[in-house]
C-alpha cells in the first residue's frame, strides 16, 4: 500500500516540478503583449457575407470596415477582454466579448440581422457557441456542457463530469453505483472517452461510482451521440471530449475544495503578456484516515489523482503548444478478518489486493496560416489550420487473492500520434488526417504461490487510419459534410472503409431538418458483462485471428427549432445496427485460444429529446427524454441486453437568486432495464470416493437456475436531487458552502434482487440503490 502510495506522490512531484518549470519558461517570454483580432461578418438569414460594417473595440476609440468579402481584421490590440459593436443602417447592432492573447488571433464571427431604422437604438445579443453550431455545421447528436452546466447538476459529495454526462438525451446510467455510461443502445466500452483529444481508458474510480475527472480543470465537455464524422473512430457508439480549463488571470492563484469524500487543491497561473498559462491539481479520498484516526478499525481504500495542464504561444506568429499530464490510482489492500470474514487462501490468509491506475501523457501543436494560402490538391483558403498530438495512455488493473493464490492482472499501453490540416474558404472546410496507435496489452490469470499459469495473453498490435472530410453550404439552406475513413489493423490483418455523410437543411433561420449516416469500427473490446449492474472495472483486450473487429451503421433524422437567442429544442430519431459485437464467455476452456468472446449481432432504435434553456441569465436547465429499444442475438436465440431501457427522463434546472445564492435541482424518471429471473436452486453436494457417495452431513453449495435471459425487468426508477450554494466574500477570498441532496424523498430503487430458495415459500429481497444522501462541501477561491 505504502509503494503505490508512493509511486502517486512521485507521479504527483513531477508534475510540480514540470509546473515549476513551465512558469519558468513563461518568464522567460519575450515583451510581446498584443495580439489580433480577426473576423467576419454575415447576414443572420442568407448567411451572405456583409462589407461596409462598422466594427468598434469598445473602450479603445479602434474601429474598422468589413471589406468587400465581409472580412475585418484589428492588429496590436493589448491582450485583454473586449466588446466587440456592430453599426449599419438598416441591420440590428450586435456585441459580442472576446479575449485577447498576446501574439495570438482570436477568430470572431459576427451575426447581423436587418431591422427598420428607428430613432432609438437596437441591440442584440451576441450569439451562443449553440447557436454558432446550429447555423454553421450539421451538428447531428452534438452536445456541449460547460464547467458550470456540470457543477449546478446535484451529486453526492461533488460535482462530476460523468455524472452530469449522464443526464443528457440518448444517455442511459444503469444505476445510481456507476458513472459510467450507454449511449443509444450501445455498450458501455463503445465510447470513446478523451481528455483534451487523447484516449483515457476506464475513467472511473471505485468500480464506477466517481468519475477520474477533477472538476476544477473541466473546461467544457463535448459529446457527440451518433452519425459524428469521419475525423473520429474506434468505437461504435459516441464521442465524448473533455477539455481542460485555461487560467485567465496572472499570478498565481487557486481553488480549495472539501468535500465529505475528498479534498482537492487546483492551482494556476497565466503569464502577463497572455502567452503562456498552466493549471496544475490534485486529489485524495481520505476515508481511510479518518476511520483509522476515529477507531480502532481500517477502512482498506483510497483513490488520488494529479493533473497537469500547460498552452504556451511560441513566435510571434499563432503557433501554440499545449501540454497534458494525468496519473489517477485506486487502492485496495486489506484483509478479510477485518470484516469479521475467517476466508484464508493459500498462505497468504485472507488478505488481498485490489488496484487499478490511468495515466495520460500528451501534447499538441496547434497553428494557423491566413493571408491566401495555398496547399498542394486543398487548393487556395482564406485561412489553413493544423493540429499534431502526440499522447501515452496506461490503464492497469490487478487483483491479488491470497498473497498470489489467485492473481488476475491486465494492461493496456497506447503509443499514439494524430494530426490534421483544416482548409477553410468562406463556408467550405477540408479536412485531411492520420491516426496511429501502437498498443501493448497484457491479460494474465495465475496462481503464484502454485506457479501455475491459467491463462495468458500478451498482443502488440497497430492501428493506423486515413480519413479526409469536406462541409460546404450548397446552397444558402444546406449544409453538408462528407468523408471517408481508411482503417487498418495489424494482427487481424483487418481494413476497412468508413463513409459518413450528414446534411442539414434550413426550413427558416431558425428551424433546420438533418440526417447522417455512417459506419464505424471497433477493435478495442472490454470483457466486462453488460448483464452485470455493478462495473467494478474492465480488462480490455484487441482484436486479433480469434476476435473479430466489431461492426455498426448509423442512421440518423433529426429536428432542431430555435425558440429564441436563448432556448432551443432538438429531437433527432436513430438506428444502429451492429455485428460481431462480443460479449465474455463465462464457459470458456482456458486450454483452448479462441474461446473466450461469444459474437452476436444486434439492433438499436429510438428517438431522444432535448429542449435546453442556456444559462445565460437566472434560469438554465434542459429536459432530455429518450425511447429506446435495444435487442441481440446469437444464434437463434434473441434477448434484451441488460442496459436496454424503454423510458429515461431527466430534468435538470437551475436559479441564480441574486447576486449570491443558485439553487439546483433535478428530476430523474425511467422503465427498470432488464434482468435475469431466478426461478429455482440446485444444490452441489460433495461426493465421497471413498464411500462412493454423496455426503448427506454437507448441504453442498447452493447454485442458481435462472429464467430466460433478461425476460424480467427491475421497477420504475425516480428520483430528485437537490442543491444550493452560496457565494460570498471573506478577508479576499471568495467562499462557496454548498449541500447536496440526492434521493430528496428516500425513494426505494431496486439494484438487484437476491432470491433465495431453501425456506418454503420461496424469498425475494432487493437492494437498493442510493438512499437519502445529504452531502456537504465547501470551495474557496484565492
Known amino acids: 500500500m505504502y509503494r503505490r502510495a508512493s509511486v502517486v506522490a512521485r507521479t504527483f512531484a513531477l508534475l510540480v516540478i514540470a509546473t515549476l518549470a513551465w512558469a519558468g519558461v513563461a518568464r522567460a517570454q519575450g515583451a510581446t503583449v498584443s495580439g ?5 461578418v454575415v447576414d443572420s438569414a442568407t448567411r451572405a457575407l456583409k462589407s461596409g460594417v462598422a466594427i468598434t473595440l469598445t473602450g479603445t476609440g479602434r474601429g474598422v470596415l468589413s471589406d468587400d468579402a465581409g472580412h475585418f481584421s484589428l492588429t496590436d490590440v493589448p491582450a485583454g ?37 428607428t430613432l432609438s437604438a437596437v441591440r442584440a445579443r451576441a450569439t451562443s457557441p449553440e447557436r454558432d453550431r446550429f447555423e454553421l455545421s450539421p451538428s447531428i447528436g452534438a452536445i456541449s456542457l460547460t464547467a458550470n452546466n456540470a457543477k449546478n447538476v446535484p451529486s453526492f459529495g461533488e460535482p462530476d463530469v460523468l455524472r452530469a454526462v449522464q443526464l443528457l438525451p440518448g444517455v442511459n446510467a444503469r444505476n445510481d453505483f456507476s458513472s459510467g455510461f450507454n449511449v443509444r443502445g450501445g455498450e458501455s466500452d463503445q465510447n470513446l472517452i478523451l481528455l483534451d483529444g487523447y484516449p483515457i481508458y476506464n475513467p472511473f474510480h471505485l468500480g464506477g461510482l466517481f468519475s477520474t475527472f477533477l472538476d476544477e480543470t473541466v473546461g467544457s465537455i463535448d459529446l457527440l451521440t451518433g452519425g459524428f464524422g469521419a475525423s473520429h473512430g474506434g468505437r461504435l457508439s459516441s464521442v465524448l471530449d473533455v477539455t481542460s480549463a485555461e487560467p485567465q488571470r ?51 481504500y483510497h483513490f488520488s489523482d494529479a493533473q497537469f495542464h500547460g498552452v504556451r504561444a511560441i513566435g510571434s506568429g499563432n503557433l501554440r503548444l499545449e501540454v497534458t499530464a494525468y496519473s489517477g490510482a485506486d487502492v485496495l489492500n486489506g484483509d478479510f478478518a477485518t470484516f469479521g470474514d475467517s476466508a484464508s487462501a493459500g498462505g497468504g490468509g485472507g488478505k488481498f489486493v485490489f488496484d487499478w491506475k490511468n495515466q495520460v501523457m500528451g501534447t499538441t501543436l496547434r497553428d494557423v496560416w491566413r493571408d491566401s494560402v495555398r496547399l498542394p490538391l486543398l487548393g487556395l483558403a482564406d485561412s489553413i489550420g493544423t493540429e499534431q498530438h502526440l499522447s501515452f495512455t496506461r490503464f492497469v488493473t490487478g487483483l491479488d487473492l491470497g498473497q498470489g493464490a489467485f492473481t488476475l492482472s491486465n ?4 503509443l499514439r500520434v494524430a ?5 477553410h474558404r468562406g463556408a467550405h472546410e477540408r479536412r485531411l488526417g492520420y491516426e496511429a496507435s501502437g498498443y501493448g496489452i497484457r491479460y494474465d490469470v495465475a496462481s503464484t504461490v502454485t506457479s ?14 486515413l480519413y479526409y472530410q469536406e462541409q460546404w453550404k450548397p446552397t444558402q439552406k444546406l449544409i453538408a459534410q462528407a468523408g471517408l475513413r481508411a482503417e487498418h489493423l495489424t494482427g487481424r490483418g483487418w481494413s476497412g472503409l468508413e463513409p459518413r455523410v450528414s446534411v442539414k437543411y434550413f426550413v427558416t433561420p431558425d428551424l433546420a431538418l438533418t440526417a447522417a449516416v455512417g459506419q464505424y469500427a471497433q477493435w478495442l473490446h472490454s470483457l466486462n458483462r ?34 429564441g437567442p436563448l432556448r432551443f429544442a432538438r429531437v433527432e430519431g436513430w438506428v444502429k445496427q451492429y455485428d460481431h459485437l462480443l460479449e465474455q464467455n463465462t464457459a470458456d476452456d482456458p486450454a483452448v485460444r479462441g474461446d473466450e468472446f461469444l459474437e452476436s449481432r444486434g439492433t438499436s432504435y429510438g428517438f431522444d429529446l432535448l429542449l435546453r434553456q442556456l444559462d445565460i441569465g437566472p434560469f438554465g436547465g434542459w429536459l432530455a427524454y429518450t425511447y429506446g429499444v435495444s435487442s441481440r442475438a446469437r444464434d437463434s436465440v434473441s434477448y434484451w441486453p441488460g442496459h436496454d431501457r424503454r423510458h429515461n427522463l431527466n430534468v435538470v434546472g437551475t436559479w441564480k437568486a441574486g447576486a449570491h445564492y443558485t439553487f439546483s435541482a433535478r428530476v430523474g424518471l425511467a422503465s427498470g432495464t432488464p434482468y435475469t429471473d431466478i426461478v429455482g436452486q440446485l444444490v452441489r453436494r460433495t461426493y465421497n470416493p471413498r464411500t462412493h457417495a454423496f455426503d448427506n452431513r454437507d448441504r453442498g453449495e447452493l447454485e442458481p437456475v435462472g429464467g430466460q435471459r433478461n425476460g424480467e425487468r427491475y421497477p420504475l426508477f425516480q428520483r430528485l436531487d437537490l442543491g444550493v450554494s452560496r457565494s460570498g466574500e471573506w478577508r479576499g477570498l471568495r467562499l462557496m458552502p454548498y449541500l447536496s441532496i ?12 437476491t432470491f433465495d430458495y431453501t425456506t418454503n415459500p420461496p424469498t425475494r429481497e432487493a437492494a437498493s440503490q442510493f438512499p437519502f444522501l445529504p452531502s456537504l462541501g465547501l470551495t474557496v477561491t484565492f
Do not use: C
Open 742 to 753: 440526492v434521493n430528496a424523498y428516500n425513494a426505494h430503487n431496486v439494484f438487484i434482487y
Open 530 to 563: 453488460e448483464d452485470i449492474p455493478v462495473r467494478i472495472f474492465d480488462f480490455w483486450v484487441v482484436s486479433d485471428p480469434y476476435i473479430p473487429v466489431s461492426t455498426a451503421r448509423h442512421y440518423v433524422l433529426g429536428m432542431e427549432q430555435w425558440l
Open 411 to 414: 494492461s493496456v499501453n497506447e
Open 36 to 40: 489580433t483580432i480577426d473576423g467576419s
Open 419 to 423: 494530426g490534421d490540416v483544416h482548409w
Open 452 to 465: 501455475a499459469n491459467l491463462f495468458s495473453l500478451s498482443q502488440h498490435p497497430t492501428a493506423s487510419a
Open 250 to 300: 496572472g499570478g498565481v492563484h487557486g481553488v480549495a475544495t472539501v468535500s465529505v469524500i475528498s479534498s482537492s487543491l487546483t492551482l494556476g497561473s497565466a503569464s502577463a503578456d497572455g502567452r503562456s498559462g498552466w493549471t496544475l491539481s490534485g486529489r485524495r479520498t481520505y476515508a481511510d484516515k479518518l476511520v483509522s484516526a476515529l477507531s480502532d478499525r481500517s477502512f482498506p
Open 81 to 117: 477582454t473586449y466588446t466587440i459593436r456592430t453599426r449599419q443602417i438598416g441591420t440590428r447592432a450586435a456585441e459580442r466579448v472576446v479575449a485577447v492573447r498576446a501574439g495570438l488571433t482570436t477568430t470572431v464571427l459576427l451575426v447581423i440581422a436587418d431591422a427598420p431604422v
